[in-house]
């Protein structure tokens, strides 16, 4: 069974202060009844110098990742299995923003 690949390119621009780092990651995770689980598929830090002028202007940088085949993405009724593209960015003032961007991972019609 052929994968796909999952490819975006994430825009982040500073406002008060630099950036320190940027975390990336591709996940799933459960929601339900139950125990959650969290599985990540992906993950990437890039790091910066508070002397970096990169790190005090807009930066672009690209997600990039072979999916699996499975888990899928699930919304039953007890358990919904959710995929994400997950980002943290981290401030030279120690605060930090995260941001979740949904996305789903279905079967091949082939498979159905």
């Known amino acids: 069974m052929a994968q796909d690949y ?8 500073p406002f008060d202060c630099s ?32 002397k970096d002028s990169a790190s005090r202007e807009k930066i672009e940088f690209a997600v ?18 959710n995929w994400m593209v997950s980002l943290r960015v981290f401030l030279t003032d120690d605060s930090e923003f995260k941001f979740e961007f949904p996305f789903r991972v279905v079967g091949s019609p082939e498979h159905a």
């Open 64 to 81: 990039a990742t072979r999916l699996p085949s499975s888990p899928l993405s699930y919304r039953g009724e007890i358990l919904k299995i």
């Open 6 to 13: 999952l490819a975006c390119v994430c825009t982040v621009e």
């Open 19 to 50: 950036i320190k780092a940027i975390e990336s990651s591709v996940l799933w995770a459960t929601e339900g009844k139950g125990d959650q689980d969290i599985g990540v598929h992906f993950f990437e830090r890039k790091t910066f110098e508070e």
